[in-house]
């Protein structure tokens, strides 16, 4: 063997090594985490932070625990325009994004690498393109963003807001079923091209329908900011589902098990 070639397959070796190894560490370090999961005094911590983690039922706590557990171990939480990030901010950001993964096997936001928190709505400046593929150049006030895969951006101000009753606002599951909705193009965890055709034409029906509504000047369960588009309609949805299950499910029904057959979750059964 020569010690060009010698050294060749060394390298190849490191290479191998490395793409093997790497996922089964970061397995190795994921399953630590979620064994870890979250100490009292952290749960105490998130419960006055987040009043919706005590309407999570007992038997599915645990599991969000151990998810909000990976990913306070696994994102970074950058703070921006002065925004000091503390650990109860860290906690109530993250067990929000993961109560939208309690159903499920899979841990999302894999590619996820850092939450940027400001401390109030922050501005953003791009092109915008419409359905119709008009394009404009403008600047939009936000509360949050999820425009790529790297990153979720959020108002603190936002976060901590609590809407009235009846009133479905969430900026976290908004922002996080923006995320899932770009990681699993557009059906999230829905499996098969027929059960995928028939979730698409469902929001679009939806969206059209609340569309129509709102051009008959007629009231809507949902924000009409739903419909912006398909997108949009699945995030607010989304927050309307956490936030107001029961009146969702009261005001539209057929929609309500649509959500609750992909997030395998129904929390207007629980207490």
Same mark, same amino acid.
């Given at each position: 063997m020569s010690a060009a070639f010698a050294v060749v397959l060394a390298g190849c070796l490191v290479v191998l090594a490395?793409?093997?190894?790497?996922?089964?560490?970061a397995a190795r370090r994921r399953g630590v985490l979620e064994?870890?999961?979250?100490?009292?005094?952290?749960?105490?911590l998130l419960a006055g932070n987040w009043p919706g983690y005590a309407r999570v039922p007992p038997a599915l706590v645990p599991r969000l625990d151990a998810l909000t557990a990976v990913f306070l171990g696994e994102k970074e939480f950058v703070g921006?325009?002065?925004?000091? /990030?503390?650990?109860?901010m860290?906690?109530?950001?993250?067990?929000?994004?993961?109560l939208l993964?309690?159903?499920?096997?899979?841990?999302?936001?894999?590619?996820?690498?850092? /939450?940027?928190?400001?401390?109030?709505?922050?501005?953003?400046?791009g092109e915008w393109h419409d359905e119709d593929g008009v394009v404009t150049a403008e600047s939009r006030v936000l509360a949050g963003e999820s425009w790529d895969v790297s990153r979720v951006i959020l108002s603190w101000e936002d976060v901590d807001s609590r809407g009235a009753p009846g009133e479905a606002y969430n900026v976290v599951i908004h922002e996080f079923a923006h995320y899932l909705d770009h990681e699993f193009g557009g059906t999230p965890w829905i499996e098969g091209d027929d059960a995928r055709r028939r979730w698409i034409r469902l929001l679009d029906e939806e969206l059209q329908r609340l569309r129509a509504q709102a051009e008959a000047g007629e009231r809507s369960f949902l924000d009409p900011y739903a419909a912006e588009d398909r997108s949009e309609f699945f995030a607010v949805a989304s927050?309307?589902?956490?936030?107001?299950?029961?009146?969702?499910?009261?005001?539209?029904?057929?929609?309500?098990?649509?959500?609750?057959?992909?997030?395998?979750?129904?929390?207007?059964?629980?207490?």
């Open positions: 490395w793409l093997i190894g790497r996922p089964l560490l064994a870890r999961a979250l100490s009292a005094a952290e749960r105490e921006c325009g002065g925004q000091v /990030v503390t650990p109860s860290r906690l109530a950001i993250a067990s929000q994004a993961c993964a309690i159903g499920h096997d899979r841990a999302p936001y894999d590619s996820l690498r850092s /939450v940027l928190v400001y401390p109030s709505q922050f501005v953003v400046s927050e309307a589902f956490f936030e107001e299950p029961a009146l969702f499910a009261s005001e539209l029904p057929a929609l309500y098990r649509a959500f609750a057959d992909v997030y395998r979750l129904d929390p207007a059964a629980w207490s």
